[in-house]
């Protein structure tokens, strides 16, 4: 089993009964939280195919996030960036949310926009660490062994089961972004 064969498991494998009797931990419910939020985004871009929405909604839906305009306006970062196989569109779509959670409404709160951009590395660094790159051509390396860069190799791309590792990026993307925004909520907001 390859390393993104473990991430695709981790995200689309078994799915464990939630439990809503007796003693949660903090730590057991922000646990399935963030499964929750990974498998959300998993499956979004399954039905959705929009790498960046799928992984930015799941994200705003879960942690109460919503904002319609900002959904709207990653519509054209799919396929890293407008399909030009640039930056990942789950890598912005997370990044989106760590600026939207964390971020100011101005120029004059500097220090939460040094929270956002610490976020945000830490949140591009574990994402590296995982898949090798925030890449199209890099993840999709990572996940069937070559690049799709050409429209005619659409159909071998699809028997390798590219859009499945396309959508556990999108799964790994959100609960890596949501991780950094819950770690830091207790500091924005008290």
């Not at 054209?76 to 569109?89: D, K, P, S, V």
Request: glycine share 10%; with cysteine; charged share 20%.
């Amino acid at each position: 089993m390859t390393q993104f064969d473990t991430i695709v498991e981790q995200i689309d494998g078994p799915r464990s009964t939630a439990s809503y009797s007796g003693e949660t931990s903090p730590e057991e419910i922000r646990r399935k939280l963030l499964d929750v939020i990974a498998r959300s985004a998993f499956n979004n871009l399954r039905a959705y195919s929009n790498c960046c929405r799928s992984t930015l909604w799941a994200i705003q839906t879960h942690l109460r996030l919503p904002d319609t305009a900002t959904l709207r306006a990653s519509s054209t970062l799919a396929g890293g960036i407008a399909g030009t196989g640039e930056t990942c569109g789950a890598v912005l779509g997370a990044l989106m949310a760590i600026g939207q959670a964390m971020g100011s409404d101005g120029y004059h709160e500097a220090e939460r926009d040094l929270q956002a951009r610490a976020a945000a590395k830490t949140f591009v660094d574990s994402f590296t660490e995982a898949i090798g790159s925030t890449r199209c051509p890099g993840i999709q390396q990572s996940i069937i062994g070559w690049v799709c860069d050409d429209p005619s190799k659409t159909q071998a791309w699809h028997e390798a089961n590219g859009p499945i590792g396309c959508a556990a990026a999108c799964g790994l993307a959100a609960r890596l972004a949501a991780e950094q925004i819950l770690l830091h909520s207790d500091t924005l907001n008290g």
